[in-house]
């Protein structure tokens, strides 16, 4: 039996401080993911909201719906100068339109730990090819090109979506934060999920048989859902 005094955790000689996300694009077949610019994509991202007509999506986000673009170029023009949370955009390639944003947030480049948050996907973008592919590119900037060690995904517990969400990206459910965050005038318990870089290999692999060209019928449709490859590489 391990004397529980004398038990420490898996040495890590070779480990050092990783470096910061660069502000720099992400390429994909059905997209790219670039730093958030308001001069260029404001426009599109705010008439691609307008097709989310009851504001469903900003249920759970800090942010109630923008009136206007003038106010919504506003709070990006903000939010876009900050490196934490740092604002993507994400690029439809066939219309060449901002459709969506996410972030790289709580960012601890000592202990290799960074956050997918503040997620906001617009009609144009959900359930498309594009919307997987944006998660695939950004989790392959944090754990291939960057080195880190853990990808988490944090969300509202009554936010059913972003749960299943997490669930089909290969996310593990690590447990529930009871109040952890007040916002909009109502309590948060927090869902936690996470990636570690171990897992990442398998999970790379999965992500790269679904977004093959071969998965996709003429129709656009796919032949193998990303939930049986991720089970599978599991």
């Not at 509202?156 to 290969?170: E, F, K, V, W, Y």
Request: hydrophobic share 40%.
């Amino acid at each position: 039996m391990v004397d529980p005094v004398q038990a420490t955790g898996t040495p890590l000689p070779h480990w050092i401080v990783r470096p910061r996300p660069p502000r720099a694009p992400m390429y994909g077949r059905f997209c790219r993911v670039e730093p958030l610019e308001p001069a260029r994509h404001a426009d599109d991202l705010f008439t691609a909201n307008a097709f989310d007509r009851d504001g469903r999506n900003w249920t759970y986000l800090f942010q109630e719906p923008f009136p206007d673009v003038q106010s919504y170029r506003a709070w990006l023009t903000q939010v876009a100068q900050a490196d934490d949370p740092l604002f993507h955009a994400i690029i439809d390639s066939h219309t060449g339109k901002a459709v969506g944003v996410a972030t790289f947030m709580r960012i601890d480049p000592a202990h290799g730990v960074i956050e997918v948050g503040n997620i906001n996907y617009s009609p144009l973008l959900q359930r498309t090819p594009a919307a997987t592919e944006a998660m695939f590119l950004m989790m392959r900037r944090v754990f291939d090109e960057l080195g880190y060690r853990r990808y988490e995904w944090k969300c509202d517990s009554l936010n059913a979506p972003s749960r299943a969400a997490a669930s089909r990206l290969g996310f593990q459910y690590e447990g529930l934060f009871r109040q952890a965050v007040v916002y909009k005038q109502r309590n948060r318990d927090t869902a936690w999920f996470s990636i570690i870089d171990s897992e990442w290999p398998r999970l790379k692999g999965a992500y790269q048989q679904w977004l093959a060209a071969a998965n996709f019928d003429p129709d656009g449709r796919q032949l193998r859902t990303l939930g049986e490859l991720i089970k599978a590489a599991r």
